[in-house]
């Protein structure tokens, strides 16, 4: 159930990457790969976890790291500052 919450936050995260227009294809293929990166750390975590409330803290802790990952659009801003 846990590792699945986490699965679960990473899916979502990368259909919202996916769906941000104005991110280029570099900067959504780094920003899945960095929520890929924390979804796995997280899961590593909670199979590491050796008490329930240790598991639901690595749980609470992974969900938050990939949630947090919000990649700007660097590239396209610097194109128009180039206009």
Not at 28 to 57: F, G, L, P, S, Y
């Amino acid at each position: 159930m846990q590792l699945k919450a986490v699965e679960d936050a990473l899916a979502e995260k990368i259909k919202a990457i996916e769906a941000n227009n104005d991110l280029t294809d570099e900067e959504k293929a780094k920003a899945k790969q960095d929520a890929q990166a924390k979804a796995t750390e997280a899961k590593n975590n909670i199979d590491a976890a050796r008490t329930n409330d240790a598991v639901t803290q690595a749980k609470t802790d992974g969900t938050t790291e990939v949630n947090n990952v919000n990649p700007q659009p660097e590239a396209k801003k610097q194109r128009r500052r180039k206009q």
